[in-house]
């Protein structure tokens, strides 16, 4: 019997009917075609995953396919890694062609995208991989980069109009009761997932949450609502860098709120400025992307990295950002900035230990955002200017009253103003009026703060004069900055 022939549209990082060139690619084909997404258990296991990811991928897709009859498509869920999938399907059917888009993942993905591409080979089958979000692949520099990113940001959306000719088949990559059920436990202090969520967040935005986005950006509790929130909906694709960036600018509201909504737009562009690095360099998951940083040593106090993943390191603000993370995965940028910072400077902590257990927090993680910016707050990159973030002087400047901290340190709540960026300054009178024994209800702060940061940047300052260090440093610049920013 005739196989039936077919093109496949895979999802990935791409959860969106809107401006999804696989899928209008797809639909104007003369054959049919099916779309499928693979919760893969080879990658389900590795070290940056966890289950607020696929729990939003899930959802993203229920919306997706709630959607389908105005937009004529369905994605099919399979549980399987990517090689019985596919090995499945051309044994069942004629597939000609392969869509997706590109994806700037980890080395595990990189791995399984290779397979893909060499079975492609061997079978006959076209994988067309389109650009995702104006990032280029292939370059070994970044000689008019800028200009092709806004020209693919600023180029006419696809519009994915009904699609008839879409497929659904029977599969035996079925999920599974169990793993079904941990999809649907999803907590609703997570950002709801999804299309249509995230047109309604970015409309919110530009409607009034915005309007101080430039006067509350490092806020830990009034970036909630001021910042766009969009980064979970542009990780898992349910919104492209293009249409944010075309709504926003379009937006009657823009030419009132022109600062504000300018640098939202810019942080678009370093959005895709840092997955770029990424792309031409995915060593930066698991080396120095300075070599010269390797010979850095680090103390490793286990107890101290314990002490930091659970939020109990006796600093009131990374303890209060560390759980907040844990309960809604989000925080602010700043506030990501600081625990890294704080990880790595104060605590001494070589970036690898933590990097993995913050991708598992971030409801947005995005590998080619979450590498690169880990190692240029940890100071490994040589060219970055080295930032190390005091909690106590963010503490004071950004939640000057508490009230960040109190929401999420319950050990604090009755503590005043005065007392609680320094808890361990209490007298132990006063620490009975307020209901809370420092060393006891809440640690003691694990170093003294001060002193840390000292060692920490005579450390890391004094090896920049490391000669591998120099060498690297040119390297990254050449290679990573523009023409422009390096006459800068």
């Known amino acids: 019997m005739e196989k ?36 893969e258990p080879s990658l ?23 959607r389908r009859l105005q937009h004529g498509n369905f994605i099919h869920i399979l549980k399987e890694d990517a090689k019985e999938v596919f090995n499945y399907l051309v044994n069942c059917f004629q597939v000609n062609n392969l869509l997706s888009y590109r994806e700037s993942g980890t080395q595990l993905t990189w791995e399984r995208d290779k397979w893909v591409q060499n079975f492609c080979k061997e079978h006959q089958i076209e994988w067309i991989q389109f650009q995702r979000d104006g990032i280029q692949r292939g370059i070994q520099h970044r000689k008019d ?69 430039h006067i509350l950006i490092s ?24 249409q944010v960036y075309q709504f926003v600018r379009s937006h009657e509201a823009f030419a009132s709120n022109k600062f504000a909504f300018e640098g939202m737009l810019t942080r678009l562009r370093w959005h895709c400025h840092f997955i770029q690095k990424f792309e031409m360099e995915c060593s930066y998951e698991t080396l120095c992307i300075n070599k010269g940083y390797e010979a ?36 602010n940028f700043r506030m990501r900035a600081m625990l890294v910072s704080v990880l790595c400077h104060h605590l001494d902590i070589d970036w690898r230990l933590g990097v993995y257990h913050l991708a598992q927090l971030f409801l947005d993680y995005e590998p080619g ?39 999420w340190v319950h050990e604090l709540r009755n503590v005043p103003e005065n007392f609680i960026h320094e808890p361990w300054k209490m007298a132990m009178l006063e620490q009975e009026l307020y209901g809370v024994k420092i060393g006891i209800d809440y640690p003691l702060p694990l170093i003294d703060i001060d002193a ?37």
């Open 4 to 39: 039936q022939a077919f093109n496949i549209v895979w999802i990935k990082r791409d959860i969106r009917a809107q401006d999804h060139a696989p899928l209008h690619f797809a639909a104007q084909s003369s054959i049919p075609y099916i779309v499928i997404f693979l919760f």
């Open 44 to 66: 389900s296991n590795s070290q940056d995953c966890s289950l607020r990811h696929f729990q939003f991928q899930y959802y993203s897709i229920l919306d997706f396919n709630n």
């Open 145 to 213: 980069l800028e200009k092709r990113w806004f020209q693919a940001i600023t180029a006419k959306p696809i519009s994915n109009e009904v699609a008839k000719n879409c497929l659904q088949i029977d599969h035996p990559f079925l999920l599974d009761d169990a793993f079904k059920l941990s999809l649907e436990s999803y907590s609703k202090s997570f950002q709801p997932a999804g299309e249509t969520l995230a047109w309604r967040y970015l409309n919110s935005f530009v409607m009034g949450r915005g309007v101080h986005y």
């Open 219 to 242: 806020k830990p509790a009034e970036s909630r609502k001021s910042c766009s929130r969009l980064s979970p909906y542009l990780a898992w694709g349910n919104l492209s860098i293009r």
């Open 296 to 331: 850095l040593e680090h103390t490793n106090r286990i107890d101290f990295l314990l002490a930091w993943k659970e939020g109990k390191t006796g600093f009131p603000l990374v303890d209060a950002c560390m759980r907040c993370l844990k309960e809604t995965g989000w925080i």
């Open 369 to 407: 955002i979450h590498y690169p910016q880990f190692q240029m707050q940890a100071g490994t990159t040589g060219i970055n200017t080295i930032r190390m973030y005091n909690p106590i002087k963010q503490s004071i400047e950004h939640d000057a009253k508490g009230l960040f901290i109190k929401a």
């Open 452 to 488: 840390a940061g000292k060692l920490a940047r005579n450390k890391i300052w004094g090896h920049r004069n490391h000669p591998l260090v120099q060498t690297e440093s040119k390297r990254i610049v050449v290679k990573h900055t523009s023409i422009r920013n390096r006459m800068k």
